[in-house]
């Protein structure tokens, strides 16, 4: 069941999503509401699991990441338990950002970030490859990546 949200729950994250470092006074005086009864509208949002976390967004090279890429991965077989293995041992690899179970001609789209192309090319022959479940690859370089600030708000209007 999908929880209600009113305006005023619209607005906190909206608020939120543009600025996660407000304080609750600041976003409580920007939605018009106390900032005991904003607390609680934020703490409610969080224990539902609607508001899932605060990020920063760092700047990849400064973490030594010189390359991103998207692996396109199709499976040879296409069972639950298979997908939910590969999912698993794509998560415990570092170099995932994140990763797209799709339709269509590859299985996953899988967002990785390495230091340059040998570290590419090891990855994609050390965790893929090698992989018992993986029919084939296909890899595609980032030039850039850019994220809006907010999710489409479908809810109202």
Known sequence: ????????????????????????K???????????????RVQRLQREGILRGFHAFVNPA?????????????????SRAKVKAFTQHLLGLREVVALY???GAFDFQVHVAVRGPEHLRDLALDAFTSRPEVQSLQTAMLFDTVWKDQWPDYGEG
């Open 1 to 24: 069941m999908k929880p209600a949200l009113d305006r005023t729950d619209r607005a906190i994250l909206a608020k939120l999503q543009k600025d996660a470092r407000l304080s609750n």
């Open 26 to 40: 600041e976003l409580a005086v920007a939605v018009g509401l106390a900032p005991s009864s904003c607390l609680v």
């Open 62 to 78: 400064a973490l030594g990441v010189g390359l991103q890429a998207l692996i396109g991965v199709q499976l040879k077989q296409h």
């Open 101 to 103: 179970h799709v339709t």
